[in-house]
T-cell receptor, first 113, second 113 residues
Framework: GDSVTQMEGPVTLSEEAFLTINCTYT??????LFWYVQYPGEGLQLLLK?????DKGSNKGFEATYRKETTSFHLEKGSVQVSDSAVYFC????????????FGKGITLSVRP | EPEVTQTPSHQVTQMGQEVILRCVPI?????FYWYRQILGQKVEFLVS????????KSEIFDDQFSVERPDGSNFTLKIRSTKLEDSAMYFC???????????FGQGTRLTVV
């Protein structure tokens, strides 16, 4: 079945550091790929998405590119802020009308001033 | 901004008791989901609901679980005879249509003692 693998965490960075969070997936066909973020005390929020190969999703300075050849969707940000401290989840959904999301384990990012 | 709301935010129950977790999806959404996250583990799909019936359920969603949309606005998850291993964060989500963004509630933390 479909699966999503995220790098082990937690990750602690200093403000303005470069961030990469790795995500790889296993799925049949051409799934849509997502990054969700959960800030402390809040629900899951969609951060960005990509629906086909070579698409780049971007939002709030974060980017991720859908790489079919490496089945990856790594999240990057050039300069993190303290306010980016949260849990980040990579997820996929197969094409279809009522598709469920398959999530990775999530990774906690802490950014120190 | 429309949002998915879940109540209660935290529920403590004794083993063997029944609990009902409540969700109010966004009003014009047609697809509804329940997910759960056991502490330190992945967010797992439980069930999807469309057109007043279950459209897909996971292996986790056995006879102990049921869902209902009793009045056109609420979407509930009932867990009968709770077990210690049911302790988790339960997330409700809704989508407007096929391949649209899923919006999540803030979650209900269920603790079974």
């Amino acid at each position: 079945g479909d699966s999503v693998t995220q790098m082990e965490g937690p990750v602690t960075l200093s403000e303005e550091a470069f961030l990469t969070i790795n995500c790889t997936y296993t799925a049949t066909g051409y799934p849509s790929l997502f990054w969700y973020v959960q800030y402390p005390g809040e629900g899951l929020q969609l951060l960005l998405k990509a629906t086909k190969a070579d698409d780049k999703g971007s939002n709030k300075g974060f980017e991720a590119t859908y790489r079919k050849e490496t089945t990856s969707f790594h999240l990057e940000k050039g300069s993190v802020q303290v306010s980016d401290s949260a849990v980040y989840f990579c997820a996929l959904t197969p094409a279809g009308a009522n598709s469920k999301l398959t999530f990775g384990k999530g990774i906690t990012l802490s950014v120190r001033p | 901004e429309p949002e998915v709301t879940q109540t209660p935010s935290h529920q403590v129950t004794q083993m063997g008791q029944e609990v009902i977790l409540r969700c109010v999806p966004i009003s014009n959404h047609l697809y509804f989901y329940w997910y759960r996250q056991i502490l330190g583990q992945k967010v797992e799909f439980l069930v999807s609901f469309y057109n007043n019936e279950i459209s897909e359920k996971s292996e986790i969603f056995d006879d102990q679980f049921s869902v209902e949309r009793p009045d056109g606005s609420n979407f509930t998850l009932k867990i009968r005879s709770t077990k210690l291993e049911d302790s988790a964060m339960y997330f409700c989500a809704s989508r407007e249509g096929a391949n649209t963004e899923a919006f999540f509630g803030q979650g209900t933390r269920l603790t079974v003692v």
